[in-house]
């Protein structure tokens, strides 16, 4: 009986990784010399819980990847551009400001 368990429970962290990392998922591979390579899912795993994968870092060559050694992608926070306003006016690179509008013809831009 602990043998079913033992073999059920890589199943289940199998299965949850490939949810985690389906196909066409971009993830972090952390190659053997300690480098990182972003590679994308070709495939679903497979029994022993290796997936196929295009490599970034080896020129689109196909690699087979075990899904425990796959990490997300870095988030960047989102930066914001600027302030919102109502106002806006028309710039000129050469003659400068040439007119403020009101909010109301906003569509016009």
């Keep these: 009986m ?12 199998t299965a949850e990784l ?17 480098s990182r390579d972003v590679v994308i899912v070709n495939s679903g795993p497979n029994q ?3 997936v196929g994968a295009i ?22 926070p989102a930066m914001p ?6 106002a806006w006016a028309v710039v000129h690179g050469r003659l400068g400001h040439l007119r403020p509008h009101p909010p109301g013809r906003r569509s016009l831009a």
């Design 2 to 13: 602990a043998r079913a368990a033992e073999l059920a429970a890589p199943v289940e962290c």
């Design 18 to 34: 490939g949810e985690r990392y389906p196909v066409d998922a971009v993830a972090v591979y952390e190659l053997p010399d300690g």
């Design 48 to 50: 022993d819980g290796t």
């Design 55 to 76: 490599s970034g870092q080896l020129n689109s060559q196909m690699i087979r990847v075990a899904l425990d050694e796959l990490g997300p992608l870095a988030v960047l």
């Design 81 to 86: 551009l600027a302030e919102f306003t109502d």
